[in-house]
């Protein structure tokens, strides 16, 4: 009767949890887990490569993509396997305090400026980020900054910091802290005319431009290297320590390599490879 | 016939009224005789039931009559060990009802519930709570259903059945399960005459098989008919309880002679 | 900005085109949001069942906890269990983090109390009518339970239907714990959320859109067959 009705109803929901419980489980034996950056997700870069590393391995790469500065958090709790973001400092202290065991250079692109077609600050062709950064800034007009402490935002606090000025002290006029990944900023630049920062990958896929376009590029100082690491297994005993270091020595290698150079959008490549493997930084 | 079929429940029967070890005995035990003992309930300074001493023992149907509100289905409700009293005790056969012993007891509430799902199965739901393996609950559901004359009905949804139908299903379902007694608290308030007469008919069958029936009835005539004593309530309290031939020819209080003059009653 | 039409369009392409990735993408939100729905009916229905029948102290305070949480924000919820799944977290072990399991964990947090405080609220008005009847079934409290929950069904079922719709449409938690993994705990909504960020926002409209006729759907489906049970047997 009715009594049966519902233990069958209960017995199936408790089932079905089950099974989702062993599916992943057994889904769980071949892969590592990358704590990366959302420009790298974004640009679709991941999208061309793993699928010929997975190929090649039998290894399931999953990515998570969060800011730099969210993706070393999470890999010191443990949460990952390999991280592979842009901040070399902060890359720098994670080995040093012992969470990861080498630093490697991967690949490299870099940064642009971008901002409204009619450029109101006059910064278009200028030859250095700090100069066009500090014509904005005098002049008050809007910048949408990312603000999450991502690989971006501290080479962006870097460059205000090297032109003297303090835009913090402006922000939520002038200076917008949007507190979002890259392509969330650049939709809100686009919506406000304002300037942005954002590396070159996310901006050439970044398919909201509108208006917008590259006006400062070339300069040194924007320059983007990307860097990886194995998260240490001393630190954190659960790391599937032997198939994230599979898969950096595939990146530092040569198949990695050319996969990276490979990946093209709009006839424009979006990463540099520069590994250097036997020598770690 | 069997009325006393009481099916083995489980051990671990919790009491609903915690009384020791007395409360413990099970569905084996007779429930008769039914017994009240200074029953009292008061809300907003009203005293609602004030009954010193009252048995529901022996054979026969008793109709339960009184003015609106007077305190009728309250006192049936606690001797039925749904509502507790403020003050007083209930009794069935010497021990304070607990749940396993209701496969001895019925009851047609004032306002029936009939479970979402067909006739049929209303009456099947009460035969497997007091025990009954599947196919004896649906057979004896049939039967019930039948003698109810209901058959027509049995995958009719119950909730959608018209006032008269929900009554007899509710009745059928109640007899079903073969209670030594059986409470009805007016069971035929807005039937067409041809219902009633059903329901008086099964209530008959019923009680000349030996089942203790107590009844509350506003239709006096119907009273004459069904039952062989009648108890009258005012105010909470029973006036009057008479053999329903001396009750109607020769009441003895002023409250009942009024009563049955079709004279209201001021409380 | 693009305009609506294009989303539209993008759609009607999505869904015709029977692409397998959006499958996929569709396939696992289900799967987590109805899996998560479950789990919190087997919890939260019995539990919302016992708040309606009984009576003890602190049970007031039980209910006021529970309807509050009925907003939990999905944001916190999914930090609350990122910092317990996570390896340095209670119940790192496990292993669970950045997969649907994790999801379906954080989702019913988010569900248990919406589901749990509607089924009180129907079942405690049910209680009031079907009581005593229980009673004199003699039904032991368990059973009394049972019977009062088959009794609702049909109003419970808009519970889990609530519960549902926070589920499949809720973003903030499943991006955290999910982590948003391509073919692996990457759902409609964290799909969403990834295409507005690259700035394809007739596509991430589109996927809105899709989103939307799949809660409409699992909610006809459910009127529908529920009219027609009714309509069967019961009422
Ligand atoms: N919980 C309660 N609180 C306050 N008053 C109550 C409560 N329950 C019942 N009463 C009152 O008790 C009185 C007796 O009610 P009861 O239902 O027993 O009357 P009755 O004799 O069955 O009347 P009727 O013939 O109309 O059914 C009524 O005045 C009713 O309003
Ligand atoms: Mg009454």
Known sequence: MMKAAIRTSMFRSVMAVAMTLCTVALAGDRHIIVQSTTSTQNSGLYDHILPIYEAAAGVQVRVVAVGTGQAIKNARNCDGDVLLVHAKSAE????????GKQRFDVMYNDFVIVGPRDDPAGIRGLSEATEALKAIASLSLPFASRADDSGTHQKEMQLWRDGGVDPIADSGTWYRETGSGMGATLNIAVAMNAYAMTDRATWIS???KAEHSVLVEGDPDLFNQYGVILVSSEKCPNTRAEAGQHFINWLLGPDGQEAIAAYSLDGMQLFFPNARPNDPS | MRWSLCLGLPPKDMPMHDDGPSALQTGTTPILPITGKGLFVRRKGRD???VQDITIGGRGTTVLVGPNGAGKSLMLNILA?????????VLWNGVPPSRSRYCRFGMVLQSAVLLRRPALSNIEYALRAVGHDKVEARNRAHRALADAGMTKLASASARVLSGGERQRLALARALAVQPDVLFLDEPTSSLDPASVLAIERMVKAASDGGMRIVLIAHDLAQARRVSNEIMMMHNGRIIETAPTDRFFDAPKSAEAAAFIAGKILIS | MQDFAASFAEAFQLVFGLNSGLLEVVWLSLRVSLTAVAVAAVIGLPLGAFLAVSRFPGRAVIIVTLTAMMGLPPVVVGLVVYLMLSSAGALGPLQLLYTPTAMIIAQSIL???IIASLARQTLEDL???????????????LARLRTLLWEGRYSLLTALLAGFGRAIAEVGAVIIVGGNINHVTRVMTTTIALETSKGNLALALGLGIILVAIAFAVNALVFVSRAAAERYAHA
């Open chain 1, 92 to 99: 720098e202290a994670f080995v040093g305090q012992g969470y």
């Open chain 2, 81 to 89: 060990g749904l509502k507790a009293p403020d003050r007083g005790t």
């Open chain 2, 48 to 50: 609602l039931l004030d």
């Open chain 1, 206 to 208: 970044f398919g909201n």
């Open chain 3, 127 to 141: 209680h009031v009518e079907y009581r005593d009847q229980l009673m004199l079934f003699g039904l032991g409290s």
């Open chain 3, 111 to 113: 569900v248990l109390p």
